[in-house]
Nanobody, 115 residues
């Protein structure tokens, strides 16, 4: 079994910053990638950013230049630094861990951007 746990969400004003953390644990030999996804209210889950074991990153166009994914895949940890937050960034943010054979998801952490 693999467990994925996110933390760091909260309620912030527009323009503020937040840093999300994610850690995977359990029966992990090696991860291929980790990623952040989000599900805004009433919408489908969407990609935010991913990072592969070699360090290659990928971002959704809506967050490029504002969000930064980082971490140590070898240590099963990933972070998402979110700057210049907008109300449209409000969502439940999920982390996933890709073990080459399966993808495991966390329970999510809520980010609300509101004045």
């Amino acid at each position: 079994q693999v467990q994925v746990v996110e933390s760091g969400g909260g309620l912030v004003q527009p323009g503020a910053s937040l840093r999300l953390s994610c850690a995977a644990s359990g029966s992990i030999f090696r991860l291929a990638a980790m990623g952040w996804y989000r599900q805004p209210p009433g919408k489908q889950r969407e990609l935010v950013a991913t990072i592969r074991s070699g360090g290659l990153t990928n971002y959704a166009d809506s967050v490029k230049g504002r969000f930064t994914i980082s971490g140590d895949i070898a240590k099963n940890t990933v972070y998402l630094q979110m700057n210049s937050l907008k109300p449209e960034d409000t969502a439940l943010y999920y982390c996933n861990a890709n073990t080459y054979n399966n993808i495991y998801w966390g329970q999510g952490t809520q980010v609300t951007v509101s004045s």
